[in-house]
């Protein structure tokens, strides 16, 4: 992990409060940085958002607080507190906030080829 978030180490944190809303903007804070993915809290204002995108990986949003419409491809979705939402990688997609919206968001990069997931349990398939 980078900065001082050394600090989430062995401690129990209430989701909501690792990002703070600030009218007008979008908040982010990583948690998690590592070479196999990363973990990262963001708070959007109401009406703030992500264009659409791309990434080389899946990446899954929790919601923690509010409501977001995200499209993936030409496909709206609306997510609202404790749901989550996996967005495949190479798909456009974009975030867009109802009102105020924290999100956790998961990406994981690809193992390399031939490797077992580390805990020899097979991954969900949805």
Do not use: C, W
């Amino acid at each position: 992990m980078t900065g001082d978030n050394g600090s989430l180490i062995s401690r129990v944190f209430e989701l909501s409060s690792l990002t703070a809303y600030q009218e007008g903007s979008i908040v982010s804070r990583t948690l998690i940085d590592k070479k196999v993915g990363t973990v990262t809290m963001f708070a959007f204002g109401a009406g703030q958002g992500l264009s659409e995108h791309t990434a080389p990986f899946d990446a899954m949003i929790i919601v923690v607080d509010g409501q977001a419409e995200v499209t993936i491809g030409d496909e709206p979705y609306s997510v609202v507190t404790g749901e989550m939402l996996v967005m495949p990688a190479n798909i456009p997609h974009a975030v867009t906030a109802v009102d105020d919206f924290k999100m956790m968001l998961v990406m994981i990069r690809d193992q390399k080829e031939g490797m077992a997931p580390s805990n020899g349990l097979e991954p969900l398939t949805l």
